[in-house]
Nanobody, 125 residues
């Protein structure tokens, strides 16, 4: 059964915007922390942003602060990543992840999230 499904990726020109979505199935119930990671070809995976849903607290990587916004809609069981003022260096496969508590945003922490999606591609030219 599929637990996290990303969507919303695509191709956009530099300076443009995209909104990624990550819908959760009932199987990730109790996962209070959700996050976005990304990985570009030939580069290590890096954390982009996380949200701890009970408090609404958010953490962002310095590279996206002021441009990206993470949010969650409980009624829709969906997490979003609004990406504005996109740059070519934002091009990557974007993954969502979920865990009971937030294990961090360093690249290695991706596998400490119990649930992980298959990714959606973002290309900025």
């Amino acid at each position: 059964h599929v637990q996290l499904v990303e969507s919303g990726g695509g191709s956009v020109q530099a300076g443009g915007s995209l909104r990624l979505s990550c819908i959760s199935s009932e199987y990730v119930y109790g996962s209070h922390c959700m996050a976005w990671f990304r990985q570009a070809p030939g580069k290590e995976r890096e954390g982009v942003a996380s949200i701890y849903k009970p408090l609404g607290s958010t953490v962002y990587d310095d590279s996206v602060k002021g441009r990206f916004t993470i949010s969650h809609d409980t009624a829709k069981s969906t997490m979003y990543l609004q990406m504005n003022r996109l740059k070519p260096e934002d091009s990557a496969m974007y993954y969502c992840a979920a865990a009971r508590l937030c294990p961090g945003l360093d690249g290695g922490s991706f596998y400490r999230y119990k649930y992980r999606g298959q990714g959606t591609q973002v290309t900025v030219s």
